[in-house]
Each structure stands twice: as C-alpha cells, then as structure tokens.
C-alpha cells in the first residue's frame, strides 16, 4: 500500500507545515515527506501541484487530498489515530478543541513580529504591545488548560495531542526570541523540546541550507 505523501516548507520556517508533521510522527503513522523551500523558484514551481491555494502542509491519501494543517490532523485523527488526537471527554475535547482552533485563527501579532526561525537564538529584538498581549493570551491559556486538564500528563490536555501540535511552533517562538516565561510555560516547552519527533524536526531545521532573508533580518528592537 502506498504511503500517504506529506507536503510541507523548509522545517526551520514553516509553523505550518510542523503542526500535522509532528503528530503523524509521534503517533508513528508512516508518511512520505515532500519539501518545498518557502520563498523560492522550486516552490512556486510546484506548489500548485500539490495544493489548491498554492500554500503548504498538503496530505495525499490515496484519492484524498487535504490541506490546511488542523485540517489535516483532523483527517489523521480519524484516519490512522482511532481518536487519540483528542481528549476522550466531551467537555475537554471541546475546550481543546476551541483552544486549537483559537491558535489556528489569531495570534496575528504574534505569527508576525516573532516568525518561526528555529535555528534562532535569542538577541535585542523586541516586539510591541500587541504581540505582547498575544504572548500573554497564549501563557494564561496554558496555564488554565494545564491547571484544568493536565492531570498528571506533561501536555495541556495530559498526553500529547492535536492542540500540543498546535501550539508546538509557539513554543520555538518563544524559545528563539528569548520571551519571558512562567513556569508553567517552561515546563510545558520542555516537555514539548523533549519529544523525540521535536527534536528529530529542530535537528532537520537547522542543517537546511535556505534562507528567509526577512525573517533572518529580525534581529534588531523595533522602535519605541
């Protein structure tokens, strides 16, 4: 049987394409990587081959294909994960549910002034106040799911699922821009830096040899 065909960008860039990459992978569900260079000839050679809006992730199944990456880890829940993916409850796969899809629409000022760069260390850029209360949005809401879900799991929900995936790319923000975090969110980072499909994907990210020169260029505090 063939294996299902997983388009994404360049692991050090593309938050996207991480989120249903790490759940298939942690989950172990096999799949043939595809990987398109953001920003290059290559990419806009090809992406119209595997998406309809010309944007990575992408998922080939068979005669089934699927784009936009909660939809994907939608479809790999059903697909290959038995509904490991969420939590079994109802009310807290609801609350995972609005706070997964809480990420996958907002967060605008955050996704912009702190891109993902993994291969980023932390230096004198900052940002402004509405990625600030972005990054405050985002440590409250770990805090509360943790308090109110976590149990005895290192993850928001307990163990590992589509909402840790998720928010995993906010977590290399955090990490690459040098945000301040509670405790809780650092114990939460940790857990995530310590899967071994995160690390296998940081590994990955920083050997490719392209650059996003905007991206890259983030380095100096933006004016007061």
């Given at each position: 049987?063939?294996?299902?065909?997983?388009?994404?960008?360049?692991?050090?860039?593309?938050?996207?394409?991480?989120?249903?990459?790490?759940?298939l992978?942690?989950?172990?569900?096999?799949?043939?990587?595809?990987?398109?260079p953001?920003d290059?000839?290559?990419?806009?050679?090809?992406?119209?081959?595997?998406?309809?809006?010309?944007k990575?992730?992408?998922?080939?199944?068979g005669?089934?294909?699927?784009?936009?990456?909660?939809?994907?880890?939608?479809?790999?829940?059903?697909?290959?994960?038995?509904?490991?993916?969420?939590?079994?409850?109802?009310?807290?796969?609801?609350?995972?549910r609005?706070?997964?899809?809480?990420?996958?629409a907002?967060?605008?000022?955050?996704?912009?002034?702190?891109?993902?760069?993994?291969r980023?260390?932390?230096d004198?850029?900052?940002?402004?106040?509405a990625?600030?209360?972005?990054?405050?949005?985002?440590?409250?809401?770990?805090?509360?799911l943790?308090?109110?879900?976590g149990?005895?799991?290192?993850?928001?929900?307990?163990?590992f699922?589509?909402?840790?995936?998720?928010y995993?790319p906010?977590?290399?923000?955090?990490?690459?821009?040098?945000?301040?975090?509670?405790?809780?969110?650092r114990?939460y980072?940790?857990a995530l830096?310590?899967?071994?499909?995160?690390?296998?994907?940081?590994?990955?990210?920083?050997?490719?040899p392209?650059?996003?020169?905007?991206?890259?260029?983030?380095?100096?505090?933006?004016?007061?």
């Open positions: 049987m063939r294996l299902p065909v997983l388009v994404i960008g360049n692991k050090n860039y593309s938050s996207w394409s991480l989120r249903p990459w790490l759940l992978s942690h989950f172990g569900v096999a799949f043939e990587e595809v990987r398109l953001l290059t000839p290559q990419f806009a050679a090809e992406v119209g081959r595997h998406s309809p809006t010309g990575v992730p992408a998922l080939h199944d005669d089934v294909h699927v784009w936009d990456s909660l939809a994907i880890c939608e479809y790999v829940n059903e697909r290959w994960l038995d509904g490991q993916g969420w939590p079994r409850e109802r009310a807290a796969r609801a609350v995972a609005a706070a997964a899809a809480e990420m996958h907002g967060f605008t000022a955050l996704r912009t002034q702190l891109p993902m760069n993994s980023r260390t932390p004198a850029y900052r940002w402004d106040a990625a600030q209360r972005d990054i405050d949005r985002v440590q409250a809401l770990w805090r509360e943790r308090e109110a879900h149990g005895d799991g290192d993850f928001l929900f307990g163990g699922g589509i909402v840790d995936a998720m995993a906010v977590a290399v923000r955090f990490d690459g821009y040098g945000v301040e975090v509670d405790d809780t969110t114990r980072m940790q830096f310590a899967l071994p499909a995160m690390q296998a994907w940081r590994a990955a990210a920083a050997l490719e392209e650059s996003v020169p905007a991206t890259d260029a983030l380095r100096k505090p933006l004016p007061a």
